[in-house]
Antibody, heavy 122, light 107 residues
Framework: EVQLVESGGGLVQPGGSLRLSCAASGFTFSSYEMNWVRQAPGKGLEWVSY????????YYADSVKGRFTISRDNAKNSLYLQMNSLRAEDTAVYYC???????????????WGQGTMVTVSS | DIQMTQSPSSLSASVGDRVTITCRAS??????LNWYQQKPGKAPKLLIHAASSLQSGVPSRFSGRGSGTDFTLTISNLQPEDFATYYC?????????FGQGTRLEIK
């Protein structure tokens, strides 16, 4: 079964750090680009970061640039998000999502994890 | 960044109805537009990619249209399981953006 499972969420104080993990199974992880998407309580979806299949190309949303770092370990079939200098507004469910390329530049997030909750509060 | 604006923000309808949700981009995104469905406490589910291509396994009562800046998601013959929140998302830019969501409720 194709699956993504996030872990590492929890309660952290403002200014603190947290590292999220996303374990992939059921597909060739090293062949797929990946993203992190978050959703604050009662709010909509916000894209956070992208990483190419090799890890050589990375993008961030302006809201997290300079504070968050996306990475992957293809040998371990795992995606990571290192979050530093956390703020109250980073409180959200964090999802990892696989990019599926349909061709001619078209793509979508076809597989999502169940999400992990991050709460930033004192 | 490309801004995505959905309308309406919420919508009430009955089983069997036909509803349309609109998504407008702040600049042309060609057909690089996806639609997702999200139910409470669950991860989003990809319904439509490239504005009008139905994802495998998605019922044919879902359809998408549009290109450039204006897009629509239409659900025909609403079923009880369709009541959820719907999001559009542009993949034209490397900085991905989502619409704010449209909550579809039972009347």
């Amino acid at each position: 079964e194709v699956q993504l499972v996030e872990s590492g969420g929890g309660l952290v104080q403002p200014g603190g750090s947290l590292r999220l993990s996303c374990a992939a199974s059921g597909f060739t992880f090293s062949s797929y680009e990946m993203n992190w998407v978050r959703q604050a309580p009662g709010k909509g979806l916000e894209w956070v970061s992208y990483i190419s299949s090799s890890g050589s190309t990375i993008y961030y949303a302006d809201s997290v640039k300079g504070r968050f770092t996306i990475s992957r370990d293809n040998a371990k079939n795992s995606l990571y998000l290192q979050m530093n200098s956390l703020r109250a507004e980073d409180t959200a469910v964090y999802y990892c999502a696989r990019v599926y390329r349909y061709g001619e530049g078209v793509d979508g997030f076809d597989i999502w994890g169940q999400g992990t909750m991050v709460t930033v509060s004192s | 960044d490309i801004q995505m604006t959905q309308s309406p923000s919420s919508l009430s309808a009955s089983v069997g109805d036909r509803v349309t949700i609109t998504c407008r981009a702040s600049q042309s995104i060609s057909s690089y537009l996806n639609w997702y469905q999200q139910k409470p406490g669950k991860a989003p589910k990809l319904l439509i990619h490239a504005a009008s291509s139905l994802q495998s396994g998605v019922p044919s009562r879902f359809s998408g249209r549009g290109s450039g800046t204006d897009f629509t998601l239409t659900i025909s013959n609403l079923q009880p399981e369709d009541f959820a929140t719907y999001y559009c998302q542009q993949s034209y830019s490397t900085l991905i953006t989502f619409g704010q969501g449209t909550r579809l409720e039972i009347k």
